[in-house]
């Protein structure tokens, strides 16, 4: 049974930054491309960051390029999420998401089979 599980989020002020951790289990890791996607109150999901099987791709949502970085560590099977430069408007919650996208497919939810929970982000003005 495929489980992912997000920590890391919190209760931060505008131009501080959180570190959010993915910790999967039930199927090999590295296989498997790693996304994160976040709603905020009231909208959409949106896609925010994904990283190839092999973790040599990186995509991010345009909101997100130069303040967020995806990473994975293989041996641990985990997914990592660096946030700098927290907005208000980053306040969502954050799902981590695994799958294998078609092509370039990444930033498609469709593309991924497994999700979390989900942790909450919260950035004070």
């Known amino acids: 049974q495929v489980r992912l599980v997000e920590t890391g989020g919190g209760l931060v002020e505008t131009g501080e930054s959180l570190n959010l951790t993915c910790a999967a289990s039930?199927?090999?890791?590295?296989?498997?491309?790693m996304a994160w996607f976040r709603q905020a109150p009231g909208k959409d999901l949106e896609f925010v960051a994904a990283?190839?099987?092999?973790?040599?791709?990186?995509y991010y949502g345009d909101s997100m390029k130069g303040r967020f970085t995806i990473s994975r560590d293989d041996a641990k099977a985990l997914a990592l999420l660096q946030a700098n430069n927290l907005r208000p408007e980053d306040t969502a919650v954050y799902y981590c998401?695994?799958?294998?996208?078609?092509?370039?497919?990444?930033?498609?939810?469709?593309?991924?089979?497994?999700w979390g929970q989900g942790t909450r982000v919260t950035v004070s003005s």
């Open positions: 998401a695994q799958g294998i996208p078609h092509g370039t497919q990444y930033k498609l939810r469709s593309e991924y089979d497994s």
């Open positions: 039930g199927r090999t890791f590295s296989n498997y491309a």
């Open positions: 990283i190839s099987w092999t973790g040599r791709t990186t």
